[in-house]
């Protein structure tokens, strides 16, 4: 029997030899595996869908029938025209390459269904595990007539989630996440469901002159009905005790024991000599500073200033004086300018730790600069580490712990801290 090839074999395995078909593939095929590898373990890091990892996937099965095509049609000595033969193979190529893409969907699909489903039962099924005593403080309304005071009623609001946060048998959502639903029109059982808490606590604000008017409602997230509300009517100069006296209030109300976290340390961001227009002026800084323009950023800088001015002990002015010029390098600076700006947030974090060593902020602060200006990754752990002792609710300062560890290897910390942030 001859077992010869024919002479369209022949001419056909020497082209493929001549475009070197096989070595494309198997570079293909390695590159490939290495980044599926590298994409498998970032998506266990950070938990992404696996729709993303499986899109990726078949992302670069397509793209090896694609790198055929091209191997081929560009080969060796610039071959560019295809013989009617060459246009067989490469329509089969990818006739072949398409049939499996679809019957790899279509076997994957009854299991993409199967996991939509039990990601939808996990949404619906934590309900009933929300603990009792858990709070969302919703950004307060500002109801003073002027759109600049909304510093006032936010800083406010922040203050309250603050105080809230000491108390060990409490959870309290951070800023960032229940200021998601300021102006929202859901009602209080979907944020509550979203929130994962139980309670939720919105009211207004209006600062009119020497005067302070600030009402209250603790609301049952699940039915909407009021279980306490209260407004208080104080001059401006009262502002810390009525900070204190609402905060009791809502505490009492949930009936949580008036105890710190262990190890932590009652944080607070007022000054320490009570100077109300320091305090003014480091809520409008901090409102600058959340803009991320430079225009804000130098605004933040100026006023985190002036609060330091009117209080030179204010660490919680100049660990955010800190932040401001951290972020503002990392973001727009480079050169000579980051560098000087990284200078300055070193300096202000020191500061800030000298009079406060018990202050979360300041040592988060130091973190972010050993992260941004130093690469220091263990160096930072050990400043948010010492912040979250300090401060074991703080939901920022577990996403940034929980983001390094994951980048430093520790996978188990970064998903457990990550996911309570």
Same mark, same amino acid.
């Given at each position: 029997m001859n077992t010869a090839p024919g002479p369209f074999m022949a001419e056909f395995l020497t082209r493929l030899k001549q475009r070197k078909l096989v070595q494309w593939a198997l570079a293909y095929l390695a590159g490939s595996w290495v980044l599926l590898q590298g994409f498998d373990l970032i998506g266990q890091q950070f938990n992404w869908p696996a729709d993303l990892l499986r899109g990726i996937t078949l992302a670069l099965a397509l793209g090896f029938f694609v790198v055929l095509v091209l191997a081929w049609y560009h080969g060796e000595r610039g071959a560019q025209r295809l013989s009617g033969a060459e246009l067989l193979i490469l329509a089969l190529l990818l006739a072949i390459g398409g049939a499996f893409l679809w019957r790899l969907e279509r076997a994957q699909a009854p299991a993409a269904v199967a996991s939509a489903t039990a990601s939808a039962q996990k949404v619906t099924a934590p309900a009933a595990l929300i603990p009792a005593k858990s709070i969302a403080v919703l950004p307060l309304v500002n109801e003073s007539g002027n759109p600049d005071e909304r510093y006032f009623s936010d800083g406010l609001s922040e203050d309250l989630i603050t105080a809230l946060s000491q108390f060990g048998e409490l959870k309290v959502i951070g800023r960032n996440s229940s200021f998601q639903f300021r102006n929202s029109k859901y009602d209080s059982k979907t944020i509550g469901k979203k929130l994962g808490v139980a309670h939720l606590l919105e009211g207004s604000v209006r600062h009119a002159g020497d005067t302070v008017r600030v009402s209250v409602e603790l609301v049952n997230a699940a039915d909407g009905s009021t279980l306490w509300s209260q407004r208080y009517d104080r001059r401006y100069k009262d /502002?810390?005790?009525?900070?204190?006296?609402?905060? @009791?209030?809502?505490?009492?109300?949930?009936?949580? $024991?008036? /105890?710190? =976290? =262990?190890? @932590?340390?009652?944080?607070?961001? $007022?000054?320490? @000599?009570?100077?109300?227009?320091?305090? =003014?002026?480091?809520?409008r800084a901090k409102s600058y500073a959340t803009a991320n323009t430079d225009a804000d950023f130098r605004k933040a800088i100026d006023v985190y200033g002036t609060a330091i001015r009117l209080d030179p002990h204010y660490a919680a002015a100049f660990a955010g004086l800190s932040a401001v010029w951290a972020t503002w390098s990392a973001a727009s600076l480079s050169g000579a300018a980051a560098r000087q700006a990284y200078a300055q947030a070193a300096a202000a974090a020191t500061t800030a730790v000298t009079l406060d060593p018990n202050l979360a902020a300041a040592y988060s602060a130091r973190g972010e600069i050993m992260i941004l200006a130093g690469l220091d990754w263990n160096g930072a752990e050990a400043e948010y580490r010492r912040a979250l002792q300090l401060a074991p609710n703080d939901g920022q300062t577990k996403a940034v712990l929980g983001q390094l560890l994951a980048a430093l290897g520790q996978t188990r910390q970064a998903v457990r801290l990550t996911r309570e942030a």
């Open positions: /502002l810390f005790a009525l900070q204190d006296e609402i905060t @009791s209030a809502v505490a009492g109300a949930l009936k949580a $024991r008036l /105890l710190p =976290a =262990a190890g @932590s340390v009652a944080q607070s961001d $007022r000054p320490p @000599s009570g100077n109300l227009d320091a305090y =003014a002026a480091y809520l």
